[in-house]
């Protein structure tokens, strides 16, 4: 089965090629990856486009003219994936905050119908163990502040490392999806939810990232706290369906 994992990148061009060369090092069977870049100002993009040649025909670039939100850049990277006939389609961020050892227990999990989470907060799971306490507590309180709203049965319900199976991702409504920052994920969590998916929580360790600058920031936070709410009623439709 043919596995695209899709990455955003925006100013991420000290990472990228360890990046790669430690996901293809795996030597999992008909993976690929698509690189999403937001016309990043220090080349990433252009980089991206060099290491096609090493890793033809399985890396492949879709660029961004403008720089509007993670959501969108996920979004716009499904679609291609799908177009281009993955049967399983993950995503990960580009900082090594993912373990890349995770990928194939991930891509087990989803074949078998599952949406793989990688969860921080089940057993096994945790984060930077040099994160300060109010850190790790406001990480904590991002999960358990969206499943109390939601009433999703997921333990972490804000991380960015997931694999889906084709037929999830593509049944969910894209078009409708408004999020551009983090809470994206949030979003993406409880379409899938009210569509009947089946999680897993996969453990994993969320390491700081050790090169580039965090896009993190007090505005995105405030959106994921605000939209958090607004979820319920914009989908009250695919309530009624359940």
């Known amino acids: 089965m043919k596995t695209t994992i899709v990455i955003p990148t925006y100013n991420e061009k000290e990472n990228l090629p360890i990046l790669l060369e430690r996901i293809f090092g795996l030597n999992q ?18 980089l991206a486009e060099e290491l096609k040649e090493k890793y033809a025909p399985y890396l492949d670039v879709f660029h961004r003219p403008v720089k509007n939100g993670l959501g969108r850049a996920y979004v716009e990277g499904f679609a291609v994936a799908i177009n281009n006939g993955a049967d399983i389609i993950g995503h990960m961020d580009a900082d090594f905050s993912h373990p890349i050892e995770k990928i194939p227990a991930m891509i087990e999990a989803a ?8 969860s921080r907060y089940v057993k ?7 994160w300060p306490i109010w850190r790790k507590a406001l990480s904590r309180f991002g999960s358990f502040y969206s499943r109390t709203i939601l009433g999703i049965n997921l333990n972490d319900v804000t991380g960015g490392y997931k694999f889906w199976p084709r037929a999830m991702l593509a049944a969910i409504p894209m078009e409708r999806i408004r999020s551009g920052g983090y809470v994206f994920q949030v979003e993406m969590n409880y379409l899938a939810y009210l569509l009947g998916a089946e999680f897993c ?13 965090s896009k993190m920031s007090f505005k995105i936070q405030m959106e994921a706290a605000i939209q958090v709410w607004l979820l319920p009623s914009r989908y009250k439709d695919i309530r009624k369906r359940l």
């Open 29 to 46: 069977n008909d993976l690929h990856i698509l690189i999403v870049d937001d016309s990043s100002p220090d080349g990433t993009g252009e």
């Open 111 to 118: 074949v078998a119908g599952k949406v793989a989470v990688g």
């Open 124 to 130: 096994g799971g945790s984060v930077d163990e040099k």
């Open 201 to 213: 929580e996969i453990p994993i360790y969320f390491a700081e990232r050790v090169a580039g600058i």
